[in-house]
């Protein structure tokens, strides 16, 4: 009997292993048109299986949550100061995180428009400069906009999927908090909560 149950134990194991290898898929499509906001976060095992979404808005407007943070006098300066000796660390280890994610798709549409013609020409010229200058950098990246001269706006619609490789993840983490400065960075922080 305690075999078996060592067995199941095993195979579990290696399932959530093998999920970690394979990565996560975290999809999110949005779309905005005036003042209404449609939004979809999804996150997918093995490409495909939906094990969570949320959708946007979660909540209706009408409730407003009572909890307010209570305003603390937190020590920017000291946290600051522990945090310079570890920078470097947090900066290599930023890049190496960057380097578990693959960009699948990233899809987005600007619209865009000013009450003024000319400030709209004038905005949408830089927004088609930052879009041409970014979309070369990866082959699934995929920015546009155009646009709207009946007066002021801002909406956009958009689909963005990105694989993630956990694995990939805790091989930096344990470096990064085997090192001193960095422990002593979130004791700093843990104790300013």
Known sequence: MLNI???IILIII???IILLILGIKVTFEYNKKGSDFKGCLKILVLKKIKIYTINFPDTPSDEKSDSKEKGKNR???????????????LLDYVKKILETFKISKIHNHLIFGMDDYADTGKYIGVIWGVCAALNPLHKNLELSAEPRFTGSTLDGYGINEVEIYPLKMIVPTIRLVLKKEVRLLIKGVLDER
Request: hydrophobic share 50%.
């Open 5 to 7: 149950l060592w067995m």
């Open 14 to 16: 290696l399932f959530i």
């Open 75 to 89: 020590d920017y300066r000291k946290m600051l100061d522990l945090a310079k000796p570890c920078f470097r660390d």
